[in-house]
């Protein structure tokens, strides 16, 4: 399959401790791998739009607050079909401003630019402070996440 | 919430959608008058001016460029303009026509990016755009188009779209080569298509009969509709330079909020489309003037609702102004002046796609920062956001709670406040009793 198929968008702010996460795995994945286009950082799931247009593959990886402990890898598929209004909903959104993920993708498919599948790799987070540096935990889970998200790249190129 | 017929009541809205940041919005009516209107923000907002205490004048574009994912160009740029008069440096005309191309690509996806996504559903009966999209595509699809017009110029000249990375102080790390400048002709033209047609989609919207008394601040550049600087100017006769400005121009705290609040000579005043419109369309090229005559905007727009149409109509001037400069580009060389720190203070003005951004750094002699200050749109337009939602709730006293909260909303969304740039995430909230 072409390189092109696969985005990997991370979203955060690097001054914001744990919310630098995204940006920090999609860099060093695009660093690492020639098959994936990092289109991040981004600071919105709306900043999505008109850069993962009929992606094959997107993987959106940002930081949560879920309650699990911190460091915590979860992967999720974001998924119209199974998806409600709930927690993914407002994944990603900072903002007000802000369309969740899903949004994002409800918009884009009714313009016809959505990517084949969407995953969002998530770690959690517990410092957000504008400012502060990145705690222990989620620095030590940066292994597991780019794991994480050349695990879904890999298989997505099996799939091909 | 109680109806209108009750003489005593609070209004509470909290979390009002498609406005930049988190903040609250409280009304509070006594004896079927109101008594407060005030929308706070919680968060402090002052922490990156402490950020950049300590740090090389050098790294203030870059640093300033994360306060808001939508204008990172305009906190750039105005912080460029700013270390460049602290510092007595001089960039070559060529510099500066591609910061004002690269500042056309930041307006024109932040213009589109409101008129379609945050503001047109208010006039359309959408709960949002994901809503508009699945009733309207091909709409929103135009909208999507202009967007990706815009992130296209601000990839090309500065290397990405979302906080670009080839802006420094004095210029550019690398000048884009002439022909990938060039290939953005075409889009260009088709963005101005599409701003064409978005003037005439949003001219059709039915608007509130509104008429404000605003005291507009603008920039005024010699002989061009501003944008990249010039010299702050108002509705009421001021014609100052920005260091003038920045000392007029008073922020305050107020105890329920973590932003500060401006007051020029100790009034409050509206920068953003509304007022470069009415100080500046005369200086609109003929595309942009004739939209605007042909959707029924007068010389003066006071009309706050009718900001979507002023904002289309720059649209139609940011795509325009992108196509003279690309065909006049040549590659600036050096790609940047030689920056050299000396102690000094420095003040740069810009006109931000939300309004007029000012920032002001002093720097010692080794180019370390000493104080900065920051002046966002926001912050300097929340006074006259108050005075249009006590208007509004003044003039709504008989609407049910919900409809009083959505319309105080969209009171909101006509000045598209960027609250993250003032405060980093404002939460709205409007209440009522």
Redesign the interface.
Known sequence: MSARDIVVAGLG???RGDDAIGPMVAGLLAMTSCSVRDV?????P??L??RFDGADLAVVIDAVRSGAPSGSVHVLDVDLASSSDGELDQAGV????G?GLV?VL??AT????APRRMVLVAVEGTVFE??ATMSDEVRAAVPKALQAVTALIEGNEQCA | MTHGANRNRTVSAE????????GSLRVVVHDGTVSDVSLDIFEPPR??E??LVGRHFSEAPD?TA?I???CPVAYQLTACSAMEDAAGIVVSDRVQRLRRLLYCGEWIQSHA?HVY??HAPDFLNCQ???EL??RE?GV??RG?AL??TG?LIMETVGGRS??PVNVRVGGFYSAPEATAIAALKVPLERARDEALATVRWVAGFDFPDVNASYRFVALRQDGRYAIDGGRPISSDGLDVTPQHFSELSVEEHVARSTALHARLDGRSYLTGPLARYSLNQHLLPDVAREAARDAGLADTCVNPFQSIVVRAVELVFACDEGLRLVAEYEPPAPAAAEAVARAGTGTGVTEAPRGLLLHQYEIDGEGNIVRARIMPPTSQNQLTIEEDLRRVVEGGLDLNDDDLRWRCEQAVRNHDPC??CAA?????KVERS
């Open positions: 702010n690097v001054y991040g950082p981004l600071a919105e709306l900043d739009l008109g900072t903002s007000t401003h369309i949004g409800r918009l009714a313009v016809g630019r504008l400012g | 979390g009002v959608a498609r406005v930049e940041g988190e922490y990156f402490a950020m640093i994360r808001c994912g939508i990016l996504l945050l949002d755009a994901v999209a699945e595509p929103i699809e999507l967007k990706r992130n979302i906080h609250i993250s980093h995430f404002l939460d709205l």
